[in-house]
Nanobody
Framework: QVQLVESGGGLVQAGGSLRLSCAASGSIFRINGMGWYRQAPGKQRELVAYITSGTSTNYADSVKGRFTISRDNAKNTVDLQMNSLKPEDTAVYYC???????????????WGRGTQVTVSS
């Protein structure tokens, strides 16, 4: 059983900052990658930031220079520091983890329930 627990969402004014956290727990042999996605009302879910086990990162063009993703392999957590927030960043943010529950299992993906981020103008 694998669980993802997200925290840090909320309401913030434009130009402000928020820090999202996601903790994975349960049966975990190896985490291949962790990331954050978001979905605004009426729009498709999109990648915000992703980080691999080798610490290689990938960001959406719209958040480069403003958001920073990081992970703690020992604690199985991934954080997203969001600075200079804009109203267009408003969305539900979802944590995504690709991992092997055991050494003999194939990689599997897990999703958090999502946390609301609202940026007011």
């Amino acid at each position: 059983q694998v669980q993802l627990v997200e925290s840090g969402g909320g309401l913030v004014q434009a130009g402000g900052s928020l820090r999202l956290s996601c903790a994975a727990s349960g049966s975990i042999f190896r985490i291949n990658g962790m990331g954050w996605y978001r979905q605004a009302p009426g729009k498709q879910r999109e990648l915000v930031a992703y980080i691999t086990s080798g610490t290689s990162t990938n960001y959406a063009d719209s958040v480069k220079g403003r958001f920073t993703i990081s992970r703690d392999n020992a604690k199985n957590t991934v954080d997203l520091q969001m600075n200079s927030l804009k109203p267009e960043d408003t969305a539900v943010y979802y944590c995504n983890v690709n991992l092997r529950p055991t050494s003999w299992s194939t990689p599997r993906e897990y999703w958090g329930r999502g946390t609301q981020v609202t940026v007011s103008s």
